[in-house]
């Protein structure tokens, strides 16, 4: 499990304080031990071969880091379609056993398969967000298949209405392998060493650039430590789609219980009316 992890458990706006302080604290101490014990003169001589070395690396720094942001933004952004298709699936199966013929098969799918939208919630989904699988929520899922083969169509139009259920719960069972594949979807640890090593070359590289007025110096320093820090922020918060405060959420499952609580209410005053 990353080390990422770990740091989505804390707070959004502790955890984004705390790197931005840490980014500014390291670049700006930085700077001022560097320039406290670096002859100054010595480098006024070389800032325009700095100044240049200083350009090229940090734009290359730049596209490094816009290239990951990207990268795990598309990757957010394919799940979250993913897990809303998922969904649509859910509760396009949920109306179809919903509005099958009323039969004592029909009552135990409708059964078994509420069993499965609530594990869903209640289980796999808090699971992931702590990177891990749910095996109740896969058994009763299986018996949502089991269940639905052993229907007993009587006519033309109730064969057509199983073949439909089977075809949205093959779609949600496509989708459902997807989401649980995208659990792993994140920064491999390789790239991230040249993300924090290339942010140290560049502070390092700023340090290098004599500005006469020292404390200037030190306050640009630190201002671009806080700014490498806040992209890395983003990147993090970015990069585990079912954890921290960006995490993506089973509204559509959360739907068809609120729909089930809505057809249960009518049906109770359809029932009050008729007594």
């Known amino acids: ?34 320039r406290k014990y670096t002859n100054v003169k ?46 649509s699936s859910a509760m396009g199966l949920y109306r179809d056993i919903k509005f099958y013929p009323d039969t004592v098969e029909s009552k135990q799918l409708m059964k078994v398969y509420l069993d499965f939208v609530f ?7 808090p699971n992931m967000e702590n990177m891990k699988t749910s095996r109740k929520t896969f058994e009763s899922f299986d018996r949502v298949f089991y269940t639905m083969e052993h229907l007993n169509p009587k006519n033309q139009f109730q064969i057509q209405l199983v073949a439909e259920m089977f075809n949205h719960l093959n779609q949600l069972a496509s989708y459902r392998g997807l989401r649980a594949t995208s659990m792993e979807t994140e920064i ?3 790239l991230w060493f040249p993300m924090i090593c290339g942010a140290i070359i560049t502070i390092i590289c700023a340090m290098l650039l004599d500005i006469e007025h020292t404390r200037m110096h030190i306050a ?19 990069d585990h789609p079912y954890s921290g405060s960006l995490g993506i959420k089973p509204q559509s499952y959360m739907q068809i219980f609120t729909m089930e609580q809505w057809g249960n209410e ?7 009316q008729i007594k």
């Open 1 to 34: 499990m990353a080390i990422t992890y770990y740091m989505l458990q804390i707070p959004p706006l502790l955890f984004f304080i705390l790197i931005c302080t840490f980014g500014g604290l390291f670049s700006g101490l930085s700077t001022f031990l560097f």
């Open 42 to 87: 010595i480098l006024r001589s070389h800032n325009e071969v700095t100044g240049f070395l200083f350009l090229s690396l940090t734009s290359f720094y730049a596209f490094l880091l816009s290239f990951v942001v990207f990268m795990v933004w598309g990757q957010l952004n394919e799940t979250r379609g993913n897990v809303s298709k998922e969904g």
């Open 119 to 125: 594990n869903v919630i209640d289980e796999e989904f």
């Open 188 to 190: 491999p640890p390789p």
């Open 220 to 238: 640009l320093n630190t201002l671009l430590g806080i700014f490498i820090g806040m992209i890395l922020f983003i990147i993090i918060l970015l």
């Open 266 to 272: 009518l049906n109770s005053k359809k029932t009050i």
